[in-house]
């Protein structure tokens, strides 16, 4: 069976991450609390259609879990330590510190790959911030 697209607005994406960073089951008021909205019925109703889409799940308690799919706006994210970070950034770093390593016990070698597998991954680790940057000022996080 094959979900219909549901697009999602601001809102129901910030309430999506929201779920997401905190990485635990929650209820509509406690979402309502931390996002500062003034009826729990608008926070249900944004519940729902991520429920529609396929990004949350309702346990039995009645609170909400965010859920992870290659096709949901997480899976451009990892949590870590609570953070929703690009999922490139740590690719990336990984990359810098490769070259970083690769350069500095190999001296001999040619530099010229080595800094520009630096200089792209530096470029990666920019562009992977900006979308975050932008995911935040989105649902103002």
């Keep these: 069976m094959r979900r219909e697209k549901i697009c999602l607005g601001p809102?129901?994406?910030?309430?999506?991450?929201?779920?997401?960073?905190?990485?635990?089951?929650?209820?509509?008021?406690?979402?309502?609390?931390?996002?500062?909205?003034?009826?729990?019925?608008?926070?249900?109703?944004?519940?729902?259609?991520?429920?529609?889409?396929?990004?949350?799940?309702?346990?039995?308690?009645?609170?909400?879990?965010?859920?992870?799919?290659?096709?949901?706006?997480?899976?451009?994210?990892?949590?870590?330590?609570?953070?929703?970070i690009p999922r490139l950034i740590p690719i990336a770093l990984t990359f810098i510190a490769f070259a970083l390593t690769y350069l500095v016990l190999n001296p001999i070698t040619d530099p010229i790959p080595i800094i520009s597998t630096i200089v792209l991954a530096v470029i990666v680790v920019i562009e992977s911030l900006r979308i975050h940057k932008f995911v935040k000022r989105l649902v103002g996080m």
């Design 11 to 84: 809102a129901s994406l910030k309430i999506y991450l929201v779920l997401l960073a905190h990485g635990k089951p929650m209820g509509v008021r406690e979402l309502q609390r931390i996002l500062g909205l003034k009826s729990p019925s608008t926070v249900k109703y944004h519940l729902e259609r991520l429920l529609e889409a396929g990004y949350v799940k309702r346990l039995p308690d009645g609170s909400y879990v965010a859920l992870r799919s290659s096709e949901s706006p997480a899976s451009i994210f990892i949590t870590f330590l609570g953070l929703l």
